[in-house]
Structure formats: C-alpha cells, structure tokens
C-alpha cells in the first residue's frame, strides 16, 4: 500500500468514526437501561473503568498476536528457503511509512470497525435478544442465574452472527482462502466476547488496534494487505501457509487459530456464572449484604 492510499483510507475511517460512533452512543445508552440495568449483579468487566478495559484489550491483542506468530517463527517459514516461500512485495509497491503514521491510521481503522460491528449492530441486536428473551421466556421464579445465562446465551447467538458478517466483509481481500475467512470469524467472536463482558468497546478497540499494528510493523500483510515495509526485523515473505498464513498474513494461518480459540475459551469462561469473575461479584454482593444487616442491627 502507498503512502497516498493510506492516507486516503484514513480520511475514510475518520469520517466512519464520526458517524458510527453517533450511533454506537445510542446503541450503548440503550443497553445499559435494558441489560445492565436489569442485572442484579453486574459483571466485573461491565464494572471496571475504562482504562482498565484498554489495558486488558491492549494485552489480550499483545498475547494473541505472539502466540499466532510462535509455530511460524519456530518452523523457519518466514526464511526465504520454506516450503512455497512467496515474497509479500515482489514489486515494490508498499512505501515506508513512520510509525507514528501507522498508529494514527490503524487507530482510527480499529475504532471505525468496532463501532459499526460491535458498537452499534452487536449492542443493538444483543440488546433486543435479551429484551425480548427477558419478558417472553423467563420463568416467573427465575433468579439472577437465569438474567445472567440469558446474556450469555444471547450473546452467543449475536455474536455468531455478527462475526459472520464481519467474516464476509473481508471476504473479497487479497489472497482469501477458507482458514482466513474462519480465522477473521474467530477474531470477530473475540472482539465480540470481549465487548459483551465489558459492555464497552474500549477493550474491543484496543485488541483490534494492537493486533494489526503489531502485523504491519513487522511487515506482514494484514488480511491480506501489506500495509509498509517493515519497521522491526528483516520478514518480507513466507512459506509453509498453514503455519505462516503465506501472503494473506498470519491471519490466514493455524497458529492463529489456536490463539484466538485460547483467548475466546477464557472469555467465554470469565463470563459464566461461578466462574472466578462471577466469584469476585459474589465476594462484593456478600460484603454489600453484610454491611446492610449490620446497619440494621445497629438501628
């Protein structure tokens, strides 16, 4: 990708930011009056305050992106003597940009699609799920373990299908084959996990964000697009595809696939009830209990 056409898109992504963010403000406002206030006990993560949402996505993405990238470092497939090596830039096309450039374009990149997809669709789809859930299937002595697998169950559903469309939209990118198109439906279900146990898209953003810098500053194409030359290390091509994800990028490879069926698995775990999350909730609600009866002995 050439400087100018980066610069183009980031023009695009701020205007995207601007409007989906609108939207993602009303959609987020609706699920905190339908969902979270109708959850005695809220989740930790919906509690946390934003900074400590972007750190976890911050080091969620760190995490992610170093275990993906591990079965190709390991097995030689970016030496230029791999199996099927193929260079990511034969021709010369992909400029050397700054690295403060890079941070600017994919931190409005991440924003913009996290807004539309998580921001806006998922909130108002999980929102209306669990509404309408809520008053049409819930029994007449259901508890708070009920509201909260109803959520969890909800947002299984819209998660799915969000993930779906986020999949397909980035069906048409360079080099697409079947494990990409899975693996971004895999990254879609993460960034949609995440976004339901914070009922924020901060940490959403910030996964997002660090994921594809990290790519595109080591010089790996970025589902399917090299975004630079490399800023760190010598990378300029690939081969063993299953292991590298050749030139789609480690996106399209199976190492990624196992880190972000690992980091889904632990979401999904810190989102159920009895889970050590849910036990930290019940640790507070104990505490909250307690200070009530003591107060009310007092009187």
């Given at each position: 990708?050439?400087?100018?056409?980066?610069?183009?898109?980031?023009?695009?992504?701020?205007?995207?930011?601007?409007?989906?963010?609108?939207?993602?403000?009303?959609?987020?406002?609706?699920?905190?009056?339908?969902?979270?206030?109708?959850?005695?006990?809220?989740?930790?993560?919906?509690?946390?305050?934003?900074?400590?949402?972007?750190?976890?996505?911050?080091?969620?993405?760190?995490?992610?992106?170093?275990?993906?990238?591990?079965?190709?470092?390991?097995?030689?497939?970016?030496?230029?003597?791999?199996?099927?090596?193929?260079?990511?830039?034969?021709?010369?096309?992909?400029?050397?940009?700054?690295?403060?450039?890079?941070?600017?374009f994919?931190?409005?990149?991440?924003?913009?699609?996290?807004?539309?997809?998580?921001?806006?669709?998922?909130?108002?789809?999980?929102?209306?799920?669990?509404?309408?859930?809520?008053?049409?299937?819930?029994p007449?002595?259901?508890?708070e373990?009920?509201?909260?697998?109803c959520?969890?169950?909800?947002?299984?559903?819209?998660?799915?299908?969000?993930?779906?469309?986020?999949?397909?939209?980035?069906?048409?990118?360079?080099?697409?084959?079947?494990?990409?198109?899975?693996?971004?439906?895999?990254?879609?279900?993460v960034?949609?996990?995440?976004?339901?146990?914070?009922?924020?898209?901060g940490?959403?953003?910030?996964?997002?964000?660090?994921?594809n810098?990290?790519?595109?500053?080591?010089?790996?194409?970025?589902?399917?697009?090299?975004?630079?030359?490399?800023?760190?290390?010598?990378?300029?091509?690939?081969?063993?595809?299953?292991?590298?994800?050749?030139?789609?990028?480690?996106?399209?490879?199976?190492?990624?696939?196992?880190?972000?069926?690992?980091?889904?698995?632990?979401?999904?775990?810190?989102?159920?009830?009895?889970?050590?999350?849910?036990?930290?909730?019940?640790?507070?609600?104990?505490?909250?209990?307690?200070?009530?009866?003591?107060?009310?002995?007092?009187?």
């Amino acid at each position: 990708m050439s400087a100018a056409e980066l610069d183009g898109r980031l023009v695009g992504y701020i205007i995207v930011c601007g409007f989906a963010g609108l939207l993602a403000l009303l959609a987020w406002q609706l699920m905190q009056r339908f969902v979270v206030a109708r959850l005695e006990q809220v989740p930790t993560g919906m509690r946390q305050n934003i900074l400590a949402k972007l750190l976890l996505g911050t080091l969620l993405g760190i995490f992610a992106l170093w275990l993906a990238l591990q079965p190709a470092l390991w097995s030689g497939a970016f030496r230029p003597d791999a199996s099927g090596f193929v260079l990511f830039d034969p021709h010369g096309k992909a400029d050397n940009v700054p690295f403060l450039n890079l941070l600017r374009f994919f931190l409005f990149q991440g924003l913009a699609e996290e807004l539309v997809y998580r921001g806006f669709a998922m909130s108002m789809l999980v929102t209306g799920v669990f509404a309408a859930a809520m008053r049409y299937m819930r029994p007449a002595d259901a508890g708070e373990l009920w509201a909260r697998t109803c959520w969890i169950g909800s947002g299984l559903v819209v998660n799915l299908l969000v993930s779906a469309t986020f999949a397909i939209w980035h069906s048409g990118n360079p080099e697409v084959d079947t494990l990409a198109i899975v693996n971004i439906g895999l990254a879609g279900m993460v960034l949609g996990q995440l976004f339901l146990n914070q009922a924020s898209v901060g940490g959403a953003a910030a996964l997002h964000i660090v994921w594809n810098l990290g790519q595109a500053v080591m010089g790996l194409p970025v589902s399917g697009i090299l975004v630079c030359q490399p800023l760190l290390g010598g990378i300029n091509g690939a081969g063993l595809k299953l292991i590298s994800g050749g030139p789609f990028g480690p996106e399209g490879s199976l190492g990624t696939s196992a880190a972000l069926l690992m980091v889904f698995a632990y979401l999904l775990w810190t989102a159920m009830p009895g889970s050590r999350d849910a036990g930290m909730q019940d640790e507070d609600a104990e505490q909250v209990n307690l200070a009530t009866t003591g107060a009310s002995d007092a009187d």
